[in-house]
C-alpha cells in the first residue's frame, strides 16, 4: 500500500465514521460535528481527486455554511433540540430497519456484481487510469467550461437561486408584514378600550 | 524537498506564534500608551543581581506559565469532547491559513550559489557543464569555484529546482483561504454550545452569525481584485503587483471593506460583540479556563497576523519592494530609466522576505490601533453595517472594477502605455512612503518633549516627578 | 435573433418576474401586480403559439442549445399549457390574496419563477438541467405554500411538502448518479443509448426504480401521495390550483421526457421486464384510493386534491399506454393536461369566488344552497366539476375519452375498465358537491358562505369555463396540436 493508497483509506474511514456519527449521535450536536467529520472527509478524497476546486467548494459551502447553519438552528431551538425517545415499539423498528437493510444490501450486491462484471470486461482491467492533465480541477478549466460548454445550465441556476431567496424572503418576512396579523392584534385592545368607555 | 517544506512550516508557524505572542504584549503596552497610562512593566526575571525587564515583555511568557498552570475547569454539565474540541477547531484553521501565503520570492538555487571562475589571465572563461570553459578556444580551463553561501561545503546537495517561499502553492489558494476562515466559526460555536452557559451561548450565536455575515463581503471584496490580477493564487497576485501597482492603489475601495471584514472575522473591538463583557461576561468562552482559554486568546491574536498576511499579499504587494526587481533595483517610471543597480539574487531575497514581515507587523499594529481607537458597535449596527452597507460597496465595487477593466483594455496602446506609467508613478509614492514615514517616526521618538516623557513614563518615574513616595525606592 | 425567439415563452416569463419585482420594490401601488403577472403569462402563451405557428423545424441554430433544452413542439405544447396554468393561477390570486389580506408581491414572483421552473423542466433534455427546472419549480411551490404565515395548517402542509419533496428530489438525483456512473452519460439521449446497449443492467435497474420513485412522486401518485392533500389545504387557493395544474403539467412532461428517452428501448418498455407494469399498478392504486378516499372528505378542497391525485392515475394510464404507441399514448397525455388544466383551474376558482374573508367556503356543509342564493358561482362550479367527472359535452369527457382510447388500442383493456370504473365512482362526490350546492338548504344559524367579487376571478373562470366547452364541443384542432407535439416521442420504442 502506497502512500496515496494509505490517504484514501484515511479519508474514506473518518468519512464513514463521520456519516455513522451524524446519524448515531443522540446529541444533535454531536451528529452536526459527525456531518462535519464527513464533510471534510470528503473534501480530502476530492483532493486525491486531483479536484481541488471541488474541495475548496465543499469546505466553503458545506463545513463553512451549511454546518455553520445547522449548528445555527439547533443552539437556537436550545436544549429541546436533542432527540425525544423513540416511542415507536421494537417490532416496527426492526420491520423498518430490516426493509432498509435488506433493500439496501440488495442493491449493494446488485451494483457490485455489476461493477466486477465491469471491471473484468474492460479491456484495460488492472492498468492504473492515466493521470489527468496538470490544470485539472482548477478554476481557469472550470470557468472556460462553465461558461461555455455549461452555459445554459449555468444561467438557468440563476433562476433557481433567485426563486430560492423570494421564497426565503416570502416565509419568513410573512409575519411582519402581514396586516391581517396587526389588525388582529390591534383590534381587540380597541374594542376593550370602548368596552371600558362604554 | 521535504527538509525545505519543514523549514518553510518553521518560518511561517515560528512567525505566527511569536507575533502573536509578542502581540498580547504589545496590544496590552499601546492600549497604555493610548490610554495614557503606563500598562504592563513589571514581569521581570531576577537571578541574582541581574535583572532582567524588557519594558515588560516578558508578561507574553508569564501568561503562558500561567496558562499552564491554571486550573483547567470544566462545567459539570459540559458536553466533555466537545468542550475540549472547541479550542482546538478554533485554533487550527488560523494556522493552516498561513500554508498557502508566500511570503518571499521564488528561490532559484542556481542563481543563490553562483559557480564563478577564477580570473586566469588571457582567457574570457565560462560556466558549462561544472567546468572553466574558455569563451574563445572551447579548452577546459579550471574547475569553477562555488560562490557563498556553499551548500556543497556543508554536504548538502544544492537543488537546482526553484524554491517557492510558500509552504503550499495550491491553484485554489484564496478559496483555501475562505474555506479555512469559514472553519474558523465552528470553533466558536460549538465553545458557546458545549459551555452549558446562556452567556456561552449568546456570545457563540453572535460569533457565528457575525462571521457568517462579514465572510460574504470578505470574499465578495477581492473578486475585483481577482479579476486584476488574473488569478486566484497569492503568488501570482504578488507579482502583478510588483510588476504593475500595489492592490491598494488599484483596489482601494476592496482594501477597507477587507480590512473592516478582517477585523470583524476576528472578533476584535470595534466588532467584539461575541464576548463583549458588559453583556455577555465574555461570551462563547466564558466557562473556559487555562490553557483552553489560552488557546482562544491566542488564536485571536494569530488571527490578527493571518489577516494581517493576507492583506500585505493580496493589496500590499507581499514581499514586493518599490523598484526592487528580481535581478536588483531599476528606477524606471514610462520609459525612461532613472537608475539601476544590480543585486545578488539572495539579497534580493532576504529583502523581499524582510519586507514582507516587516509589512505584516506594520498591519499588526495598525489593527491594534484601531483596537483601542474605536468604541464598539451595537449588534444591529453591526448587522446592518454587513449587511446593508459592506455589501453593496463590495458589489458596486466588482461592477465598477469590471466596467473599468473592460474600458482599459479596449481603449489600446497609449492607455496601457499610460497604466504603465501610473503604475510606475504609484511605485515612486510607495516608495517615498516607506522612507519618510521610518525617518517620521525615528524623529518622533527622539524627539519626545519633556511634558509627553513624564505621562508616558512609569508611575516610578511620576511620582518620582511629583517628589517621591515610600515605594519609589522600589523602581530604582 | 431567431434563438430567443424559439426561447421567447421562458424568456419573458423569467425577465417579466424580474421587471415585476423591480416594480414592485420601488412603487407603492400593489394593484397592478396581478395584472402584469397575467399579462406575462399570457405573452408567454402567445409567443409559444407564434414559435409554434413559425415552425421550429424554420429555426436553425436550436442545436446550440442540446442537449441542456430541447425546444421542441412537446415543449412549445408544454409551455403553452404551463403558462395558462400559471395565468390562470394568477387571475386568481388577484382576487384571492387581496381579498384575505395576504397580498404581498412576492406571491407573483414566486408564481413566474415557479412556472419557469416548470417550462425548463419539461424543455430539459440533461438530468443538469432537469434538475435545476425541478427544483427552481418546486422550491416556488414549497415557497407558496407556506405563503400563509400565520396559519398552522398552511406550515403544516408546507414543511411536509418540503420535506418529502426533498426525499423524494434526493432519491431521483440519486438514480440520476447511478444512471451517470452506468452509462458515462448525463443527457438523456446519451443515457438512453447506454441504456440501450443493455451494460450494467442491474445498475439501470436500480436507477430506474429510484428515478421512477421521484417521478411518482412529484406526479403524486399513490403510494407518494401523502403530502398532497394536506399542502393542497393548507396552502392559498391559488397556490392549490398552481400546484394541481402547472406543477402536475410539468411533472407529467419531465415523466414522459425521461421514461420515453432514457427507459425508450425495447427491453425496458417490455411488459415483462421493463417499467410499463409498475407504472400501470401505480396507475390502478393511485385511482381506487384516490376515489376511494375523495368520497369520504368533508372538506370540498381536499376533495378537489384527492381528485388531483385520481385524475394522476388516469394520467398514467395514458403513460402505460405509450408502450404500445408512444406518439398516441404521449398525445392524450398532453390533450388530457389541457383538458385537466383549464377544468381544475376554474373549480377551484369556482371555489374561491364562492367564499369570502373570513367566511371561506371550506367544506359541503358551507356550499349548501349557494345555487340558488349566487347562481353566477355556482353555475360555472357545476360546469368544471362536471368536465372533472368526465361528462360529455365537455373537456373532461374527451380528455378521458382519448386516454382510454389510447389505452383500449394498446391493449389493455383490463386497465381501462379499472379506470373507466374508478371515473363513474369519481362522479359520485362531483356530482355531491352539485346536490349540496342545488338541492340544500344550510342549517339554520350555520355560518354560510358568501361570494365574493373580483373582476379577476370572474375572468379566470370565463376564460375556463369557454376552454372547457370549447374542447369539449370541438377537440380536433387542439387534439391535432397534441399529436403533433408528441411527434417528438414518435420513434421511442426502438
Not at chain 2, 268 to 297: C, H, N, Q
Request: charged content about 10%; glycine content about 10%; proline content about 5%.
Amino acid at each position: 500500500m502506497n502512500l496515496g493508497q494509505a490517504y484514501f483509506w484515511i479519508c474514506a474511514a473518518l468519512a464513514v465514521i463521520g456519516a455513522v456519527a451524524a446519524v448515531a449521535a443522540k446529541n444533535p450536536i454531536r451528529g452536526a460535528m459527525g456531518l462535519l467529520l464527513m464533510i471534510l472527509s470528503v473534501a480530502g478524497l476530492f483532493l486525491a481527486l486531483h479536484a481541488q476546486f471541488l474541495a475548496a467548494i465543499q469546505l466553503i459551502v458545506y463545513a463553512g455554511a451549511i454546518v455553520v447553519l445547522f449548528l445555527f438552528v439547533i443552539m437556537l431551538i436550545g436544549p429541546a433540540a436533542s432527540t425525544p425517545p423513540d416511542k415507536r415499539g421494537l417490532p416496527s423498528r426492526i420491520v423498518g430497519a430490516g426493509i432498509f437493510a435488506l433493500s439496501g444490501i440488495g442493491a449493494m450486491v446488485l451494483l457490485v456484481r455489476s461493477a466486477l462484471a465491469a471491471a473484468a470486461a474492460a479491456p484495460d482491467a488492472g492498468t492504473a487510469p492515466p493521470l489527468p492533465p496538470s490544470d485539472f480541477g482548477g478554476i481557469d478549466t472550470l470557468g472556460r467550461v462553465l461558461f461555455t460548454h455549461g452555459l445554459v445550465p449555468f444561467e438557468l441556476s440563476s433562476a433557481l437561486l433567485m426563486v430560492a431567496i423570494i421564497g426565503a424572503v416570502a416565509v419568513a418576512r410573512g409575519k411582519q408584514s402581514d396586516p391581517t396579523v396587526a389588525a388582529k392584534t390591534a383590534e381587540p385592545s380597541k374594542t376593550r378600550a370602548k368596552e371600558i368607555a362604554s | 524537498m521535504i527538509l525545505w517544506t519543514v523549514l518553510k512550516i518553521l518560518v511561517m508557524v515560528g512567525f505566527l506564534f511569536n507575533v502573536g505572542g509578542l502581540l498580547t504584549w504589545v496590544d496590552r503596552r499601546l492600549s497604555s500608551m493610548i490610554q495614557d497610562r503606563v500598562g504592563p512593566n513589571r514581569a521581570g526575571l531576577k537571578i541574582g543581581k541581574f535583572e532582567l525587564r524588557v519594558a515588560g515583555l516578558l508578561h507574553t511568557a508569564a501568561d503562558g506559565v500561567k496558562f499552564f498552570f491554571k486550573e483547567d475547569f470544566m462545567p459539570p454539565k459540559a458536553d466533555k469532547l466537545l468542550f475540549s474540541l472547541a479550542p482546538i477547531l478554533a485554533m487550527v484553521p488560523v494556522l493552516a491559513l498561513t500554508a498557502v501565503i508566500p511570503f518571499g520570492d521564488t528561490i532559484s538555487p542556481h542563481q543563490l550559489w553562483r559557480h564563478v571562475c577564477a580570473p586566469v589571465d588571457g582567457h574570457v572563461l565560462q560556466v558549462l557543464d561544472g567546468q572553466c570553459i574558455d569563451i574563445a578556444t572551447k579548452a577546459i580551463i579550471s574547475k569553477p569555484l562555488l560562490v557563498f553561501p556553499s551548500a556543497a561545503r556543508l554536504g548538502i546537495s544544492t537543488v537546482q529546482t526553484p524554491i517557492e517561499l510558500q509552504v503550499a502553492p495550491l491553484n485554489v489558494a484564496i478559496l483555501y483561504v475562505f474555506a479555512m476562515a469559514g472553519q474558523g466559526i465552528v470553533g466558536a460555536a460549538i465553545a458557546g454550545w458545549s459551555s452549558d452557559n446562556k452567556f456561552s451561548l449568546m456570545g457563540a450565536l453572535r460569533a457565528a452569525s457575525q462571521m457568517v455575515s462579514y465572510e460574504v463581503t470578505m470574499g465578495l471584496s477581492l473578486i475585483g481584485a481577482m479579476m486584476l490580477y488574473g488569478s486566484v493564487r497569492l503568488e501570482d497576485m504578488v507579482r502583478w503587483q510588483g510588476d504593475n501597482a500595489w492592490g491598494i492603489f488599484v483596489q482601494p475601495v476592496a482594501f477597507f471593506l477587507f480590512f473592516t471584514a478582517a477585523v470583524a472575522e476576528s472578533k476584535r473591538i470595534p466588532f467584539d460583540l461575541p464576548e463583549a463583557e458588559s453583556e455577555l461576561v465574555s461570551g462563547y468562552f466564558t466557562e473556559y479556563s487555562g490553557m483552553k482559554f489560552g488557546m482562544f486568546y491566542f488564536a485571536e491574536y494569530m488571527e490578527v497576523v493571518t489577516s494581517s498576511m493576507l492583506l500585505v499579499t493580496i493589496f500590499l504587494g507581499g514581499w514586493q519592494l518599490p523598484f526592487l526587481h528580481r535581478d536588483g533595483i531599476t528606477i524606471q517610471i514610462g520609459e525612461t530609466i532613472y537608475a539601476a543597480q544590480r543585486l545578488p539574487h539572495i539579497w534580493v531575497i532576504l529583502f523581499g522576505v524582510l519586507a514582507f514581515f516587516g509589512k505584516v507587523l506594520v498591519m499588526c499594529l495598525l489593527q491594534a490601533f484601531v483596537r483601542w481607537s474605536l468604541p464598539r458597535f451595537r449588534y444591529d449596527q453591526l448587522m446592518k453595517l454587513g449587511w446593508t452597507v459592506l455589501l453593496p460597496v463590495s458589489l458596486a465595487n466588482i461592477f465598477v472594477t469590471g466596467v473599468l477593466y473592460l474600458a482599459c483594455e479596449s481603449a489600446g496602446e497609449g492607455m496601457a502605455h499610460a497604466l504603465k506609467a501610473a503604475g510606475d508613478v504609484t511605485q515612486a509614492i510607495t516608495a517615498a512612503v516607506l522612507t519618510f514615514l521610518p525617518l517620521w517616526a525615528l524623529y518622533g521618538f527622539f524627539n519626545t518633549r519633556a511634558k509627553d516623557k513624564t505621562l508616558i513614563g512609569t508611575s516610578g518615574d511620576m511620582a518620582a516627578a511629583a517628589g517621591g513616595t515610600k515605594t519609589t525606592a522600589m523602581q530604582g | 435573433m431567431l434563438l430567443a425567439f424559439a426561447l421567447s415563452p421562458l424568456l419573458v416569463v423569467a425577465i417579466g418576474a424580474l421587471l415585476l419585482m423591480l416594480a414592485e420594490a420601488f412603487s407603492k401601488v400593489r394593484t397592478g401586480l396581478a395584472l402584469g403577472t397575467v399579462v406575462v403569462f399570457f405573452a408567454g402563451l402567445a409567443l409559444s403559439a407564434s414559435v409554434w405557428l413559425y415552425g421550429l423545424e424554420s429555426i436553425p441554430g436550436l442545436e446550440v442549445l442540446a442537449p441542456w433544452l430541447i425546444i421542441d413542439r412537446f415543449s412549445m405544447f408544454m409551455n403553452a399549457v404551463l403558462c395558462l396554468g400559471g395565468g390562470l393561477a394568477a387571475l386568481l390570486a388577484g382576487g384571492y390574496l387581496p381579498e384575505h389580506k395576504i397580498e404581498r408581491g412576492e406571491f407573483y414572483s414566486l408564481l413566474l419563477f415557479a412556472t419557469l421552473g416548470a417550462m425548463m423542466l419539461s424543455a430539459s433534455g440533461d438530468f443538469l438541467t432537469l434538475f435545476i427546472g425541478l427544483e427552481t419549480m418546486s422550491i416556488g411551490a414549497y415557497a407558496m405554500t407556506a405563503f400563509r404565515r400565520t396559519s398552522a395548517r398552511s406550515a403544516e402542509g408546507a414543511l411536509k411538502y418540503f420535506l418529502l419533496g426533498s426525499f423524494a428530489a434526493a432519491i431521483m438525483l440519486y438514480g440520476f448518479a447511478l444512471l451517470y456512473g452506468a452509462t458515462g452519460h448525463t443527457d438523456l439521449a446519451g443515457v438512453g443509448a447506454g441504456v440501450k446497449s443493455g451494460e450494467h443492467a442491474p445498475m439501470v435497474l436500480i436507477a430506474m426504480v429510484l428515478v421512477l420513485a421521484g417521478l411518482v412522486f412529484k406526479v403524486s401518485a399513490v403510494p407518494f401521495h401523502m403530502w398532497t392533500p394536506d399542502a393542497y389545504e393548507g396552502a392559498p387557493t391559488p397556490a392549490t390550483t398552481f400546484m394541481a395544474v402547472a406543477v402536475k403539467s410539468g411533472a407529467f412532461a419531465m415523466l414522459l421526457r425521461v421514461m420515453l428517452t432514457c427507459f425508450g428501448d425495447a427491453r425496458s418498455m417490455s411488459w415483462s421486464s421493463g417499467w410499463p407494469p409498475v407504472l400501470a399498478w401505480i396507475a390502478v392504486l393511485t385511482m381506487t384510493v384516490a376515489n376511494l378516499i375523495a368520497g369520504r372528505q368533508e372538506s370540498v378542497k381536499r376533495m378537489l386534491a384527492y381528485s388531483s391525485i385520481a385524475h394522476a392515475g388516469y394520467l398514467l394510464v395514458g403513460v402505460v399506454a405509450t408502450m404500445k404507441n408512444p406518439a398516441q399514448g404521449s398525445a392524450s397525455v398532453l390533450f388530457y393536461l389541457l383538458t385537466y388544466t383549464v377544468s381544475t383551474a376554474g373549480a377551484f376558482g369556482a371555489l374561491i369566488l364562492c367564499g369570502r374573508f373570513g367566511a371561506e367556503a371550506v367544506s359541503y356543509e358551507d356550499l349548501a344552497g349557494i345555487g340558488r342564493r349566487h347562481p353566477a358561482a355556482a353555475l360555472p362550479f357545476s360546469l368544471f366539476l362536471i368536465s372533472l367527472a368526465g361528462f360529455p359535452p365537455t373537456a373532461g369527457f374527451f380528455g378521458k375519452w382519448f386516454v382510454f382510447r389510447a389505452a383500449m388500442e394498446g391493449g389493455f383493456t383490463w386497465l381501462t375498465i379499472i379506470a373507466f370504473l374508478n371515473s363513474v365512482l369519481g362522479a359520485y362526490y362531483y356530482l355531491r358537491v352539485l346536490v349540496f350546492m342545488y338541492m340544500r338548504e344550510p342549517a339554520a344559524g350555520a355560518p354560510i358562505a358568501t361570494p365574493m367579487r373580483s373582476g379577476y376571478v370572474n375572468f379566470a373562470l370565463i376564460l375556463s369555463a369557454f376552454l372547457v366547452v370549447v374542447l369539449g364541443v370541438s377537440p380536433s384542432l387542439s387534439l391535432d396540436v397534441a399529436v403533433k407535439a408528441a411527434a417528438a416521442f414518435g420513434g421511442g420504442a426502438g
